[in-house]
């Protein structure tokens, strides 16, 4: 009997880090946090950096959704190429964006030293690269469009890519210096421990039952029957927010991923380079901190959990046989496969801000491929709200847009 477990890779490496009570009483707050995955523990950081008396609540154990089954590939390219993004919302804010993403790599390498966290922040570079010739054209138009923009990338050719990374059917691709991966259940478990010896209040097993949206303050009821009032309410809840806003603002996708034994072979041309592909939808990989290989793709349209967790074992296979056909010199041998749902926008940037149905109330969700690094750029927006103050990226993030 082949048994394979479901559970995130993350999730059982790490285990139960810290557990919090359920809240037992009626409490006041200035704001109050939805969510205590990656996004959550980020503005939660911000917001008791910035003196507010904040209290961060999770329906389940901390960290125990998507942040747990994320890959946590850093990358400041957005799903949607830059050239493409420039031609739907501008040039300017298409390389702001971009900009952004790529600053908030820096930014995240700086709070884990910040934390001392022990998620494994290692920075990498990232290879973009073409799946066909045809691809590869349209690949070099986004090579071209970074370029101009001044981020720091190179074009590196179908033969130099199986030198340097002894990877074979592939073309062309752009090779980034900018990238890293982490430990994104570990990071959130860890600022959540940072900020809780500095005065933040976490409550898991607590779920938000009934809002009430005041003229100055919000009213939550919790599942045990205690209200919450604060001045604020942020909600980062990720795709689950699709149960809270009732409108057709994002698509909901089922992803795959599978981790492999600790390597016997030598993987050390992999270590400091994050891969992915221009195929649709595309695949993604890197290795981790012990030594093992990381593979993720195969998407495809979240229809419900029973049917995305039926599947599993077949997307593991498929994630299997191009393992083999790009890597085909690795003994990969499966360890871990899971799946997860996650969030994707038609211009592949979040959603961050005010929406006009939810009075006192932001939102942060990173939908997308790199929605850790929008997380982070999501606790200067945030910051800046709060106080009443502009951010340039507003408009392009903003609800509605």
């Not at 990877?167 to 900018?178: A, E, V």
């Not at 929008?374 to 847009?401: A, D």
């Amino acid at each position: 009997m082949d048994l394979k477990t479901s559970e995130p890779f993350w999730l059982v490496k790490n285990g139960i880090i810290n557990s919090y009570p359920s809240l037992r009483e009626d409490i006041e707050t200035d704001i109050l946090i939805i969510g205590s995955g990656i996004t959550g523990s980020l503005i939660a950081h911000q917001c008791i950096a910035d003196g507010y008396d904040t209290v961060v609540i999770d329906k389940r154990e901390v960290a125990q959704g998507s942040t747990s089954a994320t890959t946590s590939m850093l990358q400041y390219e957005i799903d949607v190429p830059l050239y493409k993004l420039s031609e739907m919302i501008g040039k300017n804010g298409a390389t702001e964006s971009y900009r952004a993403c790529y600053r908030s790599i820096d930014d995240l390498e700086n709070i884990s030293q910040e934390i001392s966290s022990e998620c494994g922040f290692k920075k990498k570079e990232s290879l973009y690269f073409a799946v066909s010739r045809k691809d590869e054209m349209e690949l070099k138009k986004e090579f071209s469009a970074r370029k101009e923009a001044g981020f720091p990338v190179l074009w590196i050719e179908q033969k130099e890519i199986e030198q340097k990374y002894q990877m074979y059917n592939t073309y062309g691709g752009i090779l980034s210096r900018q990238g890293g991966s982490i430990d994104a259940f570990r990071l959130a478990h860890d600022l959540l421990a940072y900020n809780h010896k500095r005065g933040l209040k976490i409550f898991d097993k607590t779920a938000l039952n009934k809002v009430r949206y005041g003229k100055n303050e919000v009213k939550v009821e919790t599942n045990y029957g205690n209200i919450i009032s604060a001045k604020r309410l942020i909600y980062c809840t990720g795709f689950e927010t699709t149960e809270i806003i009732k409108e057709n603002f994002v698509n909901l996708i089922s992803t795959f991923a599978i981790v492999g034994e600790v390597s016997k072979s030598d993987i050390a041309q992999l270590t400091d380079t994050l891969f992915w592909n221009t195929a649709n939808p595309y695949m993604y990989m890197r290795t981790t901190d012990d030594n093992r290989l990381l593979i993720g793709g195969e998407d495809e349209k979240f229809s419900n959990a029973t049917r995305r967790d039926a599947i599993l074992h077949k997307k593991a296979k498929a994630l299997e046989n191009y393992l083999k056909r790009i890597l085909p010199k690795n003994e990969f041998r499966t360890d871990f496969a899971w799946a997860g749902t996650f969030g994707s926008t038609a211009d592949g940037l979040p959603y961050i801000g005010r929406h006009p149905k939810f009075p006192n109330s932001l939102f942060v969700l990173g939908f997308g491929g790199n929605g850790i690094t929008f997380s982070v750029i999501g606790m200067g927006m945030i910051s800046k709200m709060l106080k009443g103050e502009p951010h340039p990226l507003e408009e392009y993030f903003k609800f509605k847009r």
